[in-house]
T-cell receptor
């Protein structure tokens, strides 16, 4: 089967750096995406990696290693508003996207 | 800004009813998707459509059907609602092309009694 694994919960303090990992096992691979979802809100797109390496967008960075079937989302200078669920997602082929179960990030003061 | 609008935020229906969930996007996107979201399971794809009148089954299509008669509208139909279909339903759209983000609606929380 196809699966994505990510931690269910992560807790960090304001101002710190946190890394959310994602490992995947899929029949094919076109790219790894990350989405953020606040409680009661819609998921919103954060980043996309198709090639190995680090992509930086402001305080958020995303990394991909295709050979390890692994990626992570790095959040720097954490703020209280970063408390949310974070989902990794893989496009194995065609138009379909598979999402992980999500990581709930708690940011403490 | 892309706007994906789902017809209802909350919906309560009875077992056995035929239920329609509507989704409209205003950015001329080719792809549209229906997911359900349950605690601990993330987003699971029910159906998707890559063009008008075209549809593909996702991972959990049983008990559902879809309709895409116009490019901007993608409907999810629960043929005979059951209690195990109580869930949050999310619609999304995206342009065609590699790495294009999906834009989600606010979701419909559906309760089947």
């Amino acid at each position: 089967g196809q699966s994505l694994e990510q931690p269910s919960e992560v807790t960090a303090v304001e101002g710190a750096i946190v890394q959310i990992n994602c490992t995947y096992q899929t029949s094919g691979f076109y790219g790894l995406s990350w989405y953020q979802q606040h409680d009661g809100g819609a998921p919103t797109f954060l980043s996309y990696n198709a090639l190995d390496g680090l992509e930086e967008t402001g305080r958020f960075s995303s990394f991909l290693s295709r050979s390890d079937s692994y990626g992570y989302l790095l959040l720097q200078e954490l703020q209280m508003k970063d408390s949310a669920s974070y989902f990794c997602a893989v496009r194995p082929g065609g138009f379909k996207t598979i999402f992980g179960a999500g990581t709930r990030l708690f940011v403490k003061a | 800004d892309v706007k994906v609008t789902q017809s209802s935020r909350y919906l309560v229906k009875r077992t056995g009813e035929k239920v329609f969930l509507e989704c409209v996007q205003d950015m001329d996107h080719e792809n549209m998707f229906w997911y359900r979201q349950d605690p601990g399971l993330g987003l699971r794809l029910i159906y998707f459509s890559y063009d008008v009148k075209m549809k593909e089954k996702g991972d959990i299509p049983e008990g559902y059907s879809v309709s895409r008669e116009k490019k901007e509208r993608f409907s999810l139909i629960l043929e005979s609602a059951s209690t195990n279909q109580t869930s949050m339903y999310l619609c999304a759209s995206s342009p065609r092309g590699e790495g294009q983000p999906q834009h989600f609606g606010d979701g419909t929380r559906l309760s089947i009694l």
